[in-house]
């Protein structure tokens, strides 16, 4: 292990954990005395293939031996409440040694970028790839973001303390961690989910975003006052607005989460210009600012009073009164008043858009329920995709939710009218996206547009329609879709009132789960070079969302590299993508880590165009062996995927049917009502969450071994060589992956491997890991896994150590739920919850797992 992280984070991990167990909670002396005792034997006994059950019951014999099954239930509950106690100071250890384990300035940094900007030409480059750039980050409403706000703040605070190694306050904080509940009681709700997301939105990005483009700024010697450029970060927010799937999402919800966005950053400009108060006691100025400081409390608590209807006025009070400093007070703190002006100009009064999403399905079911009450339904279903197209754009009527039965018809309409009362309340970028998930034909786009066009009645809509292609067959279909819309004129003439922009979102839930790890990633490559070919000629801006999550097994992996390794082929003017679950808080936790790996991406585009590195297109050849791959791949994840045990065996044999237990999040788990789970109802998170639970890691790498293997006897071996030696779209394929097969371990359920009915598939999985685990190494010319990373390596190494007896435990509860025939009602449940509770822990130590 690297000397530095050694020192850094392992050994003042190990000093600052010897604290818990003089912590005054009962029985955590004896827990964690036992615990290390119970890692030994856990480690030992895979290495002798002994099953979790073999391990748990030789650790009770040996430890507790005459003890009830109550007492070990019980020790294993205190096992597990202490490890989720080790992760969060691992983390906060991890987090508080960010600044010596990585190089803040150095490549994909805004300073590096701005070092390598030495001649006027390419400084005038970049300004004019600034007016046309931007990064936006989408909070997602999927509910893997396991740590409470309450926990968050702790986690900060801990992270600060152990910086300064100020050990009172450490163990202050342990005691509080040691007494503060991390997990729900009950169920939240889609605006319980939006206010722990605003958590990030107020103590990180409210920091972090103008700090990184401050740097920018000033390095490119510009005023703050005078920057044009104020929107190249923004922020999206999916919690209250996504309704796929989420039949809590109302109308009233979503407007009550836009309406907490607000408060939430007048909360923030609130403390601000107490601050700025304190310095501005100048004649003329000091009469503005405590104006600001009085219309911004009323907009927050007492709207009935004077207060600030929009963001414009702030900036005009602001502005006067910098006026007057400049003028009068030979401009004495200025770039403390701009700082704040920027702020606003950043964040407006919305904070982070709210996207609305719901399933191309439902606008469908909606659309037939409001031409049935025409009585046109029947001549409207004899109708081709393009009649029925006009028919919906000549309608000339105005829905209302009551002229519908269906829930989720009304909930449409109604949020339709929302998105109109959002742009009343916070300005137009508070809500102006519509998301279509399930997006498989051009009727599908223009169901919602016609909807958003009869609900509020005009033909300028003030909102983009983001079509979702996910599955392998959508992005195969996707550039002739775009075309026929395109070609459209009623479409291109809102493309046209929207600055001919047009967003289509790529990837996410279903497009791993669909076609496997690598044809997923390949087949969005694909779509997004045919969508960029055909967008330019048509004259069109396009912008690709990506659905990107935390996992690779989803697409998610190191995101600067991916977005770095694009070709000249894919358009490159912004980039969009989604962070959720554990990602959200490993990458963007603190004002440091958000800093960094969000300067990181903001670079890769610039980057990109400025720096061309003209190796980084693929050639046509390279192509094609991307797509043998690819392929080969997609067809070895099918034969897994259409196993005859495959659904039964995560119903059965994973914790994938616990998710719905555990109360992080508002969604139900699956999409069918019914008890009989099918492949096409499981959601990605249950699914993606159930192989790492597992240790088996199937969507992050399955398939890419055999595709690899096939080739090689084809006598390629050289042209895959080569391929990763240029291009660093495949080099980021294979790092990724390895995430996943690090994260593996196989061994743990090796005792599947005789089991009469999942047994064959076990093989079949194990074998694939192998197989992908030594050609990964042979292709990257590696000794080990994430030999060019070796900080996430050695961070993996430790985590999944630390969380070892959890994985043993759940995998000790789960074979005593399948093979113990004589347990009783209570030891079922004692078993349930130990499933359950041990989800929470190695969730939060795998940082970017769903």
Not at 47 to 57: A, C, D, M
Not at 87 to 101: G, K, R
Not at 533 to 538: H, T
Not at 574 to 591: D, F, H, K, R
Request: charged share 25%; proline share 3%.
């Amino acid at each position: 292990m690297n000397d530095q992280y050694q020192n850094a984070v392992v050994t003042r991990y190990n000093i600052f954990n010897s604290l818990f167990l003089s912590l005054p909670f009962r029985n955590i002396f004896r827990t964690g005395t036992l615990l290390p005792l119970l890692i030994q034997q856990s480690e030992e006994g895979l290495t002798k293939e002994q099953s979790p059950k073999e391990i748990i019951e030789h650790f009770f014999d040996e430890f507790l031996e005459g003890s009830s099954h109550k007492e070990q239930i019980s020790l294993l509950f205190n096992f597990i409440q202490y490890i989720e106690r080790q992760v969060v100071l691992f983390d906060s250890v991890e987090d508080a040694a960010f600044d010596q384990i990585h190089d803040r300035e150095g490549k994909g940094s805004i300073n590096h970028l701005l070092n390598r900007i030495d001649n006027t030409a390419i400084r005038e480059k970049l300004l004019e790839k600034l007016s046309d750039y931007c990064v936006r980050i989408v909070l997602t409403a999927h509910p893997t973001q396991f740590y409470p706000g309450k926990v968050l703040t702790i986690i900060n605070e801990l992270e600060r303390a152990i910086r300064s190694n100020d050990f009172g306050e450490i163990n202050n904080l342990l005691l509080q961690l040691g007494k503060t509940g991390f997990i729900n009681q009950e169920k939240p709700t889609p605006f319980d989910e939006a206010v722990s997301l605003s958590w990030f939105l107020e103590s990180v990005f409210y920091y972090a975003i103008p700090r990184i483009l401050l740097k920018l700024i000033r390095g490119l010697r510009f005023s703050v006052y005078d920057w044009p450029h104020n929107q190249l970060i923004r922020l999206g927010f999916w919690p209250g607005g996504d309704r796929d799937g989420n039949p809590f999402v109302t109308p009233d919800i979503t407007l009550k989460v836009s309406q907490h966005l607000r408060r939430t950053v007048l909360r923030c400009y609130y403390r601000d210009i107490r601050l700025l108060k304190r310095r501005f006691t100048f004649n003329g100025v000091e009469r503005l600012i405590a104006l600001a400081e009085e219309k911004i409390n009323n907009s927050i608590y007492y709207p009935e009073e004077e207060k600030y209807n929009s963001a414009e006025e702030l900036l005009a009070d602001l502005s006067e009164a910098r006026q007057i400093l400049i003028q009068q007070h030979d401009g004495l703190f200025l770039d403390l008043l701009d700082e704040f002006i920027f702020k606003v100009r950043l964040f407006g009064f919305y904070f982070a858009s709210l996207d609305v999403r719901q399933d191309s399905r439902k606008h469908a079911a909606a659309w037939n329920e409001l031409i049935a009450a025409q009585g046109k339904l029947k001549e409207y279903e004899q109708l081709n995709e393009a009649q029925k197209i006009d028919y919906l754009l000549s309608l000339q009527i105005t829905p209302q939710p009551e002229d519908v039965k269906d829930e989720t018809s009304k909930d449409i309409i109604g949020s339709i009218r929302t998105i109109q009362e959002i742009q009343q309340l916070n300005g137009e970028a508070g809500c102006h996206r519509y998301v279509i998930s399930n997006c498989n034909t051009a009727l599908n786009v223009i169901e919602v547009l016609s909807l958003i066009k009869t609900i509020h009645q005009t033909d300028s809509i003030p909102v983009d329609i983001v079509p979702l292609f996910e599955t392998v067959g959508d992005l195969a279909n996707a550039g002739g879709i775009m075309e026929f819309l395109y070609q459209h004129p009623y479409y291109r003439q809102h493309l046209t009132n929207r600055g001919n922009q047009q967003t289509i979102m790529v990837g996410f839930s279903d497009g791993t789960k669909d076609g496997g790890y690598l044809r997923a990633n390949w087949s969005i490559y694909q779509a997004k070079e045919e969508l960029t070919r055909m967008s330019r000629q048509y004259g069109i801006k396009v912008t690709f969302f990506d659905g990107r999550g935390g996992p690779p097994g989803r697409g998610g992996g190191n995101n600067h590299n991916f977005y770095a390794s694009l070709g000249k082929g894919i358009e490159d003017k912004e980039i969009q993508l989604t962070i959720q679950g554990q990602t959200i808080s490993s990458n963007y936790g603190t004002v440091a880590t958000a800093m960094h790996n969000l300067g990181k991406l903001f670079t890769a585009g610039l980057e990109n165009h400025l720096f061309k590195d003209t190796e980084q297109d693929l050639s046509d050849e390279e192509k094609g062996l991307l797509e043998e791959m690819a392929e080969i791949s997609y067809h070895s994840y099918l034969d897994l995927k259409n196993h005859p045990t495959f659904v039964p065996y995560l119903d059965k044999m994973t914790p994938l049917r616990f998710y719905g237990q555990t109360n992080i999040g508002s969604r139900p788990t699956k999409r069918g009502q019914g008890d009989a789970l099918r492949f096409e109802d499981l959601r990605a998170i249950p699914f993606v969450g159930s192989w790492a639970q597992m240790k088996q890691n199937v969507p992050g790498f399955y398939g890419f071994g055999t595709a690899i293997e096939k080739l090689k006897k084809e006598g390629k071996t050289e042209a895959m060589l080569k391929l990763y030696e240029h291009s660093l779209f495949f080099r980021t394929l294979i790092e990724n992956s390895m995430q996943s097969l690090s994260k593996s371990n196989y061994a743990v359920t090796k005792y599947m491997a005789d089991d009469p009915t999942y047994g064959e598939l076990w093989h079949k999985m194990e074998e694939e890991f192998q197989r992908t685990y030594n050609l990964l190494l042979e292709i990257s010319q590696s000794s080990t896994l994430l030999e060019s990373n070796p900080i996430t390596r050695q961070s993996i190494t430790v985590r999944e150590r630390v969380v070892l007896p959890l994985i043993i435990i759940q995998q000790y509860a789960l074979q005593m739920l399948n093979t113990d025939t004589t347990k009783s009602t209570e030891q079922t449940e004692a078993y349930n919850k130990l499933i359950i509770r041990a989800m929470f822990g190695i969730i939060n130590a795998a940082r970017n797992s769903a």
